[in-house]
């Protein structure tokens, strides 16, 4: 008797397919809050620009400020093997750029309805979420890399040592117990000065006898 099917087999397929289009989808769509953030401000400032040059930066100064926040938060894959912690250095770039873009998003839709101000706030909320969920996949998929490169894992947490080392042997120069070697520390055996006259002394009693 043959086993039935645990699941529908074309829901698996759809699964499948709804995994290969999730990259491309979530990329694409922190992208445009970008754009949209950035656009959104830039019609903002444009209002109150007094001359064409005010008119180029209020659309260029958003889009490089979206465009930064960008790079701070995925920065840290530059190089995937400086390994980060529950609350990278992209984490934080996120949280605070955030907050600064809803106080921003808040001004700017202050004068305009409640309904604009809450669709303004909650893409940036999007956009947050999407900023954590991809930057710890990325993490992930980064760990999983190096697990499945063994050579380079030992090679990598050898490294990581070397510099715990490293920076133990900082701490010991910095408090001046790290310039001299254990050897170096112990005193050297010092010979007591002989007495004046004693060697003369004791060449004339072998004299003597």
């Known amino acids: 008797m043959e086993n039935p ?10 699964v499948n397919r709804l995994r290969r289009v ?7 769509l922190l992208i445009a809050t970008y754009v949209i ?22 659309f260029l100064v958003p889009i490089a400020i979206q465009a930064g926040r960008g790079t701070l938060v995925f920065f840290c894959q530059l190089n995937p093997e400086r390994l980060q912690g529950r609350i990278s250095v992209g984490f934080l770039a996120a949280t ?20 604009w101000g809450v ?5 940036m909320l999007i956009g947050w979420v999407l900023e954590i969920m991809i930057l710890k996949e990325t993490m992930f998929a980064t760990e999983i890399a190096l697990y499945r490169n063994q050579d380079q894992w030992e ?4 490294f990581y040592r070397a510099k715990a080392d490293m920076e133990t042997f ?14 170096d520390k112990t005193e050297p055996n010092k010979t007591e000065p002989e007495e004046p006259g004693k060697e003369i002394a004791l060449s004339l009693n072998g004299r003597g006898h």
Do not use: C
């Open 96 to 115: 605070v750029l955030l907050a600064l873009s809803l106080l921003e998003g808040w001004l700017v839709m202050q004068p305009y309805d409640l309904a």
């Open 37 to 58: 953030s950035a656009l959104i401000m830039g019609i903002f400032h444009a209002q109150t620009a007094e001359n064409t040059g005010m008119l180029i930066a209020a």
């Open 22 to 28: 999730l990259p491309r989808l979530s990329f694409g």
């Open 119 to 123: 669709s303004v706030s909650t893409l």
């Open 5 to 14: 099917n645990v699941m529908n087999e074309e829901f698996l397929h759809s």
């Open 170 to 183: 900082k701490k010991t120069l910095s408090s001046g117990n790290g310039l001299l070697s254990e050897s």
């Open 155 to 158: 090679e990598l947490k050898n």
